[in-house]
């Protein structure tokens, strides 16, 4: 039953038959679907008791506060893969577009909402299953913070992890491709992820390891090849601690919450700065060279913003380097410049375009550069075939067929 009221309520949103309500009763900047008391459409009035989807008419915003997205559209906090699998089935039927979002921590606006979009948002994806000797499965709403947090009461923690403090979600993380320290020993976060379970846009569960060739192209993907339902993930001692037994658990705490610190550092992150990072990626042995370029770049733009100290963090390559991400298969080292202002200072648009194309020129320049553009600040459209190259963009154009053939999954990025 549950179900066919969510298909119904689908047929409904894609014709916007909400509309139809009284603009006082139908709308919430706060949450909901409809005013349950004051409506006259019983089954929307059924959806909001079992709340099922929430239908938002606030915007959201992503890591930088540049981009917000469209201020109708559905939200599906889903809970199981069987949930995942039927929405996505009812909306490849109907095609109606869906968008895969977990914390929200990329700045080119690839998890935010279009007018009309169902969102599938991945927050309760937080469990944790022991898999093994030095392995787990975990959710992939889970935040890397916490994850990490978590292991280390057993004495264990991620080989690698990103460096956006409380930023990313597991799926996310992968999404965005896993760039990630301290990665001189153990390579990228690719290289520490065994398996992942993904839901494609047409519905269908594919359970994809290291050893198959279309693994390597889930990092970087930006959510346009399924839905990342979970990803069994290598961990690593702690030195000087004593290591116990990882013990699954249903739902891994957000520990940010718990911790004032913490708390009060995710608000002024989240909520008080407009943060944004340039990385550029080039063979080690262009170290010295790439810093110098960018830093002129920064010296230039100066005033733009706040800036920070620059991140220098050598790749290790192991296995495979994500094609998607930095097709040389080789070490490299990735560099960044980054700042940040306030919501009450003043913006420049002009000059963050002026950084933005600086960068892109930089990369262009130079044989072997390539940009971080899963995650970081995009202004202008990008050209990804030219990003790519002939040979990659119509190989990932040739995955998309395969995995979402009605392209119902994060559209407006790539495809």
């Known amino acids: 039953m549950k179900y066919f009221l969510l298909e119904i309520f689908l047929i409904l949103f894609l014709f916007q038959y909400c509309k139809e309500v009284n603009e006082k009763e139908k709308f919430s900047n706060k949450r909901i679907i409809t005013d349950s008391q004051n409506t006259d459409h019983t089954i929307l009035k059924e959806f909001a008791d079992l709340g099922i989807i929430e239908h938002h008419f606030a915007e959201m915003h992503d890591w930088g506060k540049f981009h917000?997205?469209?201020?109708?559209?559905?939200?599906?906090?889903?809970?199981?893969?069987?949930e995942i699998q039927k929405v996505i089935k009812i909306a490849n039927k109907l095609e109606i577009p869906v968008r895969i979002r977990g914390r929200g921590h990329s700045m080119n606006g690839s998890s935010l909402p279009r007018e009309e979009e169902l969102v599938l948002n991945t927050e309760n994806l937080r469990f944790l299953k022991n898999s093994g000797s030095a392995m787990i499965e975990v959710g992939s709403g889970v935040a890397v913070f916490d994850l990490n947090y978590h292991l280390k009461k057993y004495g264990y923690s991620l080989p690698v992890y990103n460096d956006g403090d409380l930023g990313p979600s597991i799926g996310g993380f992968i999404s965005a491709s896993g760039l990630a320290i301290p990665a001189?020993?153990?390579?990228?976060?690719?290289?520490?992820?065994?398996?992942?379970?993904?839901?494609?846009?047409?519905?269908?569960?594919?359970?994809?390891?290291?050893g198959q060739e279309d693994f390597r192209w889930f990092f970087g993907a930006m959510g346009?090849?399924?839905?990342?339902?979970?990803?069994?993930?290598?961990?690593?001692?702690?030195?000087?601690?004593?290591?116990?037994?990882?013990?699954?658990?249903?739902?891994?705490?957000?520990?940010?919450?718990?911790d004032p610190e913490h708390r009060s550092h995710r608000i002024k992150i989240y909520e008080d700065l407009r943060m944004y990072w340039y990385t550029v990626m080039a063979p080690?042995?262009?170290?010295?060279?790439?810093l110098s370029q960018l830093m002129q770049i920064r010296q230039k733009y100066k005033d733009a913003l706040s800036w920070n100290s620059e991140y220098i963090w050598p790749i290790k390559f192991k296995n495979f380097n994500p094609p998607l991400l930095y097709r040389w298969q080789k070490d490299f080292v990735?560099?960044?410049?980054?700042?940040?202002?306030?919501?009450?200072?003043?913006?420049?648009?002009?000059?963050?375009?002026?950084?933005?194309?600086?960068?892109?020129e930089l990369v262009k320049s130079n044989s072997e550069y390539a940009s971080y553009l899963q995650a970081e600040l995009a202004i202008e459209d990008v050209n990804w075939r030219e990003v790519w190259g002939d040979e990659i963009f119509k190989e990932f154009k040739s995955l998309k067929s395969k995995y979402d053939p009605v392209g119902i999954l994060n559209q407006g990025l790539v495809f």
Not at 184 to 210: M, R
Not at 231 to 254: F, Y
């Open 224 to 258: 346009q090849l399924g839905f990342i339902y979970s990803a069994r993930l290598n961990i690593v001692p702690v030195s000087g601690s004593e290591q116990k037994p990882v013990q699954s658990i249903n739902e891994i705490p957000e520990y940010w919450k718990e």
């Open 184 to 210: 001189a020993q153990y390579g990228g976060f690719w290289e520490n992820v065994e398996e992942i379970t993904i839901v494609d846009g047409k519905g269908n569960v594919h359970k994809i390891n290291k």
């Open 284 to 290: 080690k042995g262009s170290k010295s060279r790439l």
């Open 68 to 82: 917000y997205s469209k201020s109708n559209h559905g939200v599906y906090k889903v809970t199981t893969i069987s």
């Open 334 to 360: 990735a560099i960044g410049i980054w700042g940040y202002n306030t919501p009450s200072a003043s913006f420049d648009a002009r000059k963050m375009l002026g950084i933005q194309r600086a960068v892109s």
